[in-house]
């Protein structure tokens, strides 16, 4: 990605990943982007994906088109996750090697290592131990991304690289009480708590968990510098280093929403894992390192979903 007329297309370019990686990427100044709405090509389609590679040939590819979602959407819609995961990847990464692509980016995610895994969590922890029982359709798709890119580039001599994020948030986030991601969720469940006076607000699980966010914008960097700059084999950390208690980020996100009343835990709803802190040693040793505390970052989601979501 060395010169700024590299044609690169963008898989999942609306959703919360791929549409930072786009921003990131205009904003350096690339012009040749490439990227489509899931209605003008269905991904899990074999056919249309293979009609849209021959016809565009994309020399980079980001692959952040994915079905993802917070703790209950993956308990809830096991199939789904495991199904569209898989399918979408198996047409974007077999397409891009056969039409010619010079380098992919695969996203994995951080809930790809073991449950018990020690901490912070190295890469080469992968396969060393059982997945967590909630999201291993979503865990097991995103394994066979990883393997398939190695082994295409084993067998094929391409240039497919994974980078594996830790939990991400900001502005461009789905906000649904139910399928959300935390910080999403919390958002929405304090605004809404504010807005009706309600005495209490209520958190799920114990409070106890503990999990490492990185701000969306920061990821698209990062992403992008991976693209230019990585080339090994290995899968690779992107994360801050650092985590939090889900206890401490509800008392942090209600100070951000302004919520007077009272936190309350459901320990009926799942915990998940315990902790899942990445090691990202290797990121950091090439260069890159995040810029934004999450407490600004929070800011920063609360204001564009005040923007977006809070009058709809
Ligand atoms: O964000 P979350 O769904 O992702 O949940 P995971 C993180 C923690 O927040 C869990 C607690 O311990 C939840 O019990 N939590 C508290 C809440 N209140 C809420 C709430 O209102 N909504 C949600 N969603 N959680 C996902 C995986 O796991 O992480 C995916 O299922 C993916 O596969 C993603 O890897 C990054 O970190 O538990």
């Known amino acids: 990605m060395q010169s700024l007329k590299v044609k690169i297309y963008i898989a999942g370019h609306t ?28 991904l899990k389609n ?19 088109a994915a079905k993802v979602g917070g703790i209950l959407a993956n308990s809830s819609y096991p199939a789904q996750f495991i199904y569209e995961n898989l399918a979408i990847q198996n047409n ?27 901490q912070p969590i190295k890469e080469n922890s992968l396969l060393s131990g059982y997945l967590e029982e909630t999201n291993k359709p979503y865990a097991v798709a995103k394994i066979a991304g990883i393997t398939m890119c190695q082994s295409y580039n084993a067998q094929y001599k391409t240039n497919f690289i994974s ?19 935390v910080i999403p969720a919390l958002l929405l469940n304090f605004h809404r708590a504010k ?14 968990p503990r999990r490492e ?10 992403l992008v510098f991976l693209m230019k700059f990585y080339n090994g084999p290995d ?37 998940g894992t315990p902790r899942k802190l990445l090691d990202v040693s290797n990121i950091r040793s090439l260069g890159w390192q995040p810029e934004i505390p999450l407490e600004e970052g929070l800011k920063k989601e609360y204001r564009w979903f005040l923007k977006n979501y809070a009058r709809k």
Not at 93 to 109: D, M, P, Q
């Open 15 to 42: 959703g919360l990943v791929g549409s930072a990686v786009l921003k990131e990427l205009t904003r350096k100044g690339y012009k040749n982007l490439v990227f489509k709405s899931s209605k003008e090509l269905d």
């Open 46 to 64: 074999q056919k249309e994906t293979e009609v849209f590679f021959k016809k565009e040939r994309p020399e980079y590819v980001f692959l952040c």
């Open 92 to 118: 974007v990464i077999h397409f891009s090697y056969k039409y010619g692509a010079r380098k992919l980016l695969f996203l994995g995610s951080s809930c790809i290592y073991p449950k018990l895994a020690v």
């Open 163 to 181: 980078a594996m994020p830790t939990n991400l948030y900001g502005p461009g986030d789905r906000f649904d009480a139910e399928t959300s991601h």
């Open 195 to 208: 807005k009706e006076n309600k005495k209490f607000a209520v958190v799920w699980g114990t409070g106890k």
């Open 213 to 222: 966010f990185l701000y969306i914008e920061d990821l698209a960097k990062a």
């Open 235 to 271: 899968i690779i950390n992107v994360g801050t280093g650092e985590d939090i208690s889900i206890k401490e980020l509800a008392y942090i996100i209600k100070e951000v929403v302004g919520f007077k009343g009272s936190i309350r835990f459901d320990a009926s709803k799942p915990d």
